[in-house]
C-alpha cells in the first residue's frame, strides 16, 4: 500500500515488516568438559550461534544429533525441547535451572574454556506470525565454510563486544545486529539450495519469477493479470502459471489476493483508515467487492476483523496448497 520503484521493491523485507520480526539476543554460555543443557519448548523462533568450540543438537523427543562448529549458526522454528551437548551420550540439565535467577542470561559450565555460545528468539505480530513460521523448516543449520556466512562472523564478533563492554548504545546496536543476523540467516537459506516446501520462501529463491513478485508486492492496487505477470518474466502464460504454482503452492492470482489481504488485515486492525480507502488503496473497485473478497479469504468480515485486536482465525493464507488450494505455505 505505497508508492516504489522497481528498485525499492523488496518482498522479503515486506513480508518482514508486515510480521513486525523482532529478533533479540537473550543470553548465552560458556562450557568446558562434558555438559549438556536441555532448552524447553516455546512459542517462539529460536537462533544461536557458535562463537568458540563445538556442539551436538538434537530435538529431545528424538532424532539425529546434528554437529554444530565454531561459526554455525543454527535456528529452530519448531516449538520442541531441543538439547545442546559436548556430546550425545551426556546427560542434560535444565536451561530453566541453569539461567535461573533475576536478571540472568548468562552461564558457565565448568571452567567455560571449551566453548562459548550465545542465543536468542525472534518475535512476530501474533496475527500474521504463521506467514513465517509456516515456511521455514524445523532446523536451519548454516556452516561457517559456506560462503554465506561470511557475514556472520562480522556480525559475531561486533554482537560478543557489544554485550561484553557495556558501551552507550549497547542495547540498540546489539537489536540492529541481531536485525542484520536474522537477514542473514533467512538469505544463507534461500541461497543454501536445500529442500524448501513450494511457499512464499522458496518462491522468493527462484529468480525466475521474481518479477512477478516485485510487480505484485510493489504495486497491489494495480489489477495485474497472467498475461502481464508472465510476460514480465519472460514466460508464456501456461509455463509462467506452472512454474509460479510449483514454488510458491498457489496460482500466482491467489497469490496476489492473498498478500493483499494481508495487507488489509493489518490496515484494520492496527489503523482507523476508512474501509473504503483501504479497498482503492488494493485495487478494489467497491467497498463491498472488497468486503467479499476478504470474507471469502479470510474467513469473516472487515468488520469484524477491525473489531478484534485478537490473532485472525486460520485461514487458507496459512494451509498448504494441497489441503485448501490457495494460500501461504
Request: with cysteine; glycine share 8%; proline share 6%.
Amino acid at each position: 500500500m505505497r508508492e516504489s520503484t522497481e528498485m525499492e521493491i523488496d518482498p522479503l523485507s515486506d513480508v518482514l515488516r508486515l510480521v513486525k520480526a523482532e529478533p533479540t539476543v537473550t543470553g548465552g554460555f560458556t562450557a568446558g568438559g562434558p555438559w549438556a543443557i536441555r532448552f524447553p519448548a516455546r512459542d517462539k523462533v529460536k537462533f544461536f550461534g557458535v562463537v568458540r568450540g563445538e556442539c551436538w543438537a538434537r530435538f529431545d523427543d528424538g532424532g539425529e544429533a546434528v554437529k554444530f562448529e565454531t561459526g554455525d549458526v543454527g535456528l529452530l522454528s519448531e516449538q520442541r525441547p531441543f538439547v545442546l551437548s559436548s556430546a550425545p551420550s551426556v546427560t542434560p540439565v535444565d536451561a530453566v535451572t541453569l539461567f535461573s535467577g533475576a536478571g540472568r542470561t548468562t552461564a558457565v559450565i565448568g571452567d567455560g574454556s571449551a566453548f562459548e555460545h550465545f542465543g536468542g528468539h525472534v518475535l512476530f505480530d501474533p496475527a500474521q506470525a504463521s506467514v513465517v513460521r509456516s515456511v521455514l523448516p524445523a532446523w536451519i543449520h548454516i556452516r561457517a565454510a559456506s560462503p554465506e556466512a561470511v557475514a556472520f562472523r562480522a556480525l559475531f564478533s561486533q554482537l560478543v563486544i557489544e554485550r561484553a563492554d557495556a558501551r552507550p548504545g549497547g542495547q540498540l546496536a546489539s537489536t540492529q545486529l541481531t536485525q542484520l543476523l536474522f537477514i542473514h540467516i533467512l538469505r544463507a537459506h534461500l541461497k543454501s539450495g536445500s529442500p524448501m516446501a513450494a511457499g512464499w520462501l522458496r518462491a522468493l529463491a527462484d529468480a525466475r519469477i521474481a518479477p512477478a513478485l516485485r510487480l505484485m508486492h510493489g504495486s497491489p492496487d494495480r489489477s495485474l493479470g497472467l498475461e502481464e505477470l508472465a510476460r514480465a518474466c519472460g514466460m508464456s502464460r501456461t509455463t509462467f502459471a506452472s512454474h509460479f504454482r510449483e514454488s510458491a503452492g498457489v496460482p500466482p492470482l491467489a497469490y496476489l489476493t492473498d498478500w493483499r489481504m494481508r495487507l488489509a488485515e493489518q490496515a484494520l486492525r492496527e489503523t482507523a483508515t476508512p474501509m473504503a480507502s483501504i479497498a482503492q488503496r488494493l485495487g478494489y473497485a467497491s467497498e463491498s467487492a472488497f468486503s467479499n473478497a476478504f470474507k471469502r479469504v479470510t474467513g469473516r468480515s472487515p468488520k469484524t476483523c477491525r473489531r478484534s485486536d485478537q490473532p485472525a482465525p486460520s485461514s487458507p493464507l496459512d494451509h498448504s496448497a494441497a489441503e485448501a488450494g490457495l494460500g501461504w505455505t
